[in-house]
């Protein structure tokens, strides 16, 4: 059974960094779009980052645009956001998800929703 998995969540300090690793099982999603989105308690799940399956595009919420990398490893099956001067209201429940939709920026479009990795960032 396919299955994604995050990790990399964890407490920093307001300006820090963090990198997040999602890690697919079970089948390839090599020539699917991939994307990271996040949700805080209250709010609705909101789109992060975006990467197409060769990595030669990627796209990025206006929030996070110049902090945060997305990339992606093949040959790994696995994708990344590298999360850089990261601020109080990044923090939420970060998850990834493979894109068998149309809409890139949709959370709808998206399936294969792993548990997600928590990221918390102190002021």
């Known amino acids: 059974q396919a299955q994604l998995v995050e990790s990399g969540g964890g407490l920093v300090q307001a300006g820090g960094s963090l990198r997040l690793s999602c890690a697919a099982s079970?089948?390839?999603?090599?020539?699917?779009?991939m994307g990271w989105f996040r949700q805080a308690p209250g709010k609705e799940r909101e789109f992060v980052a975006a990467?197409?399956?060769?990595?030669?595009?990627?796209g990025y919420a206006d929030s996070v645009k110049g902090r945060f990398t997305i990339s992606r490893d093949n040959a790994k099956n696995t994708v990344y956001l590298q999360m850089n001067s990261l601020r109080p209201e990044d923090t939420a429940v970060y998850y990834c998800?493979?894109?068998?939709?149309?809409?890139?920026?949709?959370?709808?479009?998206?399936?294969?929703w792993g548990e997600g990795t928590q990221v918390t960032v102190s002021s």
């Open positions: 079970g089948r390839s999603f090599s020539s699917y779009r």
């Open positions: 998800a493979v894109r068998t939709g149309r809409d890139t920026y949709d959370y709808t479009a998206y399936d294969y």
């Open positions: 990467i197409n399956w060769s990595g030669g595009w990627s």
